[in-house]
């Protein structure tokens, strides 16, 4: 995703259009899609800190997605500022590893004329 004039925007979704692997890339007006980024983030989680740490996931809509003895790894989704945000909260607890997407984004409405089948 990227924030430009619509000139460069379709530039843009032309050139990636080429890239091997792209299935689709569009150029839409900012407030016609919706952006979303995923992480998954590996916390350190000693027991003493445990409900601490699940009163913070469940703040931010996260998910424990494993749960081992000294480590829990979380998934959370949410626009750009709302996943840097969780992650400034899930420092205190020390985290030992994050994997995160990248802004992905789809236009927002019922265009079914647009071509691209999944």
């Known amino acids: 995703m990227i924030d430009s ?17 792209v299935r689709s890339a569009v150029a839409f007006a900012p407030g016609q899609g ?3 980024e995923l992480a998954l983030v590996k916390v350190r989680a000693p027991r003493a800190r445990y ?10 809509h996260a998910s424990v997605i494993d ?16 996943v840097l945000s969780a992650l400034r909260a ?8 994050v994997a995160r997407s990248g802004t992905v984004a789809l236009e927002s409405g019922t265009d079914l004329q647009s071509g691209i089948t999944p």
């Not at 003895?69 to 750009?80: C, N």
């Open 51 to 60: 409900a601490e740490l699940l009163d913070m996931a469940q703040l931010y």
């Open 67 to 82: 749960d081992a003895s000294e480590a829990v790894i979380l998934e959370l989704s949410g626009t750009e500022p709302f």
């Open 90 to 97: 899930l420092e205190r607890f020390e985290i030992i590893e």
């Open 5 to 21: 004039d619509s000139g460069t925007a379709d530039r843009a979704a032309q050139h990636l259009q080429k890239v091997v692997g």
């Open 34 to 36: 919706v952006a979303r």
